[in-house]
T-cell receptor, first 117, second 112 residues
């Protein structure tokens, strides 16, 4: 049973560029959440997708956008990259529209390490 | 804005010792979760606590949720090198629309 997979593993970009990160959820899961984890910090919730729509959003600017495809996979796009966007980007999948981690267990992928120079 | 404080930030102990790490908030949790994260991997859920005063055990790990649902602790008995990792607590708050708010974690190293 394949778990959550993310690509690429590592990425280096320069300020002002745009980046797309990809996530495939655990088999059978239909909800995808994205988190940003800066070095030495806990993850911060970016947004959650269910039924190809953004259902919840954290306190992130519009430069962060996403998409969910009919097969439940998801992309995270970040425009106009800033140095402060350097972080580990985690994708988590779960089953069901509740949106509450206490109701539906989230399974995390290994993350994409983004470095902005 | 809800904030979670975890302490200590870093802990290095010998194999066989006991330890406790803490997670505190000034606001009442709707629920609280503990995760463990290893280098190069995403967090893995250990436990979810919901009821004030709740105690859950997972082998040598004991999780307690404070009576007022503002704090939680994780106690490890007879720590082993395999317990090494970053321990994160994450809480749901009604005021934040139940989005998970995460602590910065406790980095635990168990030396053989």
């Amino acid at each position: 049973d394949a778990g959550v997979t993310q690509s690429p593993t590592h990425l280096i970009k320069t300020r002002g560029q745009q980046v797309t990160l990809r996530c495939s959820p655990k088999s059978g899961h239909d909800t995808v959440s994205w988190y940003q984890q800066a070095l030495g910090q806990g993850p911060q919730f970016i947004f959650q997708y269910y039924e190809e729509e953004e259902r919840q959003r954290g306190n992130f600017p519009d430069r962060f956008s996403g998409h969910q495809f009919p097969n439940y996979s998801s992309e995270l796009n970040v425009n106009a990259l800033l140095l402060g966007d350097s972080a580990l980007y985690l994708c988590a999948s779960s089953l069901g529209p509740s949106g509450r981690a206490s109701y539906n267990e989230q399974f995390f992928g290994p993350g994409t390490r983004l470095t902005v120079l | 804005t809800q904030l979670l404080e975890q302490s200590p930030q870093f802990l290095s102990i010998q194999e066989g010792e006991n330890l406790t790490v803490y997670c505190n908030s000034s606001s009442v949790f709707s629920s609280l979760q503990w995760y463990r994260q290893e280098p190069g991997e995403g967090p893995v859920l250990l436990v979810t606590v919901v009821t004030g005063g709740e105690v859950k055990k997972l082998k040598r790990l004991t999780f307690q949720f404070g009576d007022a649902r503002k704090d939680s602790s994780l106690h490890i008995t007879a720590a082993q090198p395999g317990d090494t990792g970053l321990y994160l607590c994450a809480g749901e708050f009604e005021d934040s629309n139940y989005q998970l708010i995460w602590g910065a974690g406790t980095k635990l190293i168990i030396k053989p």
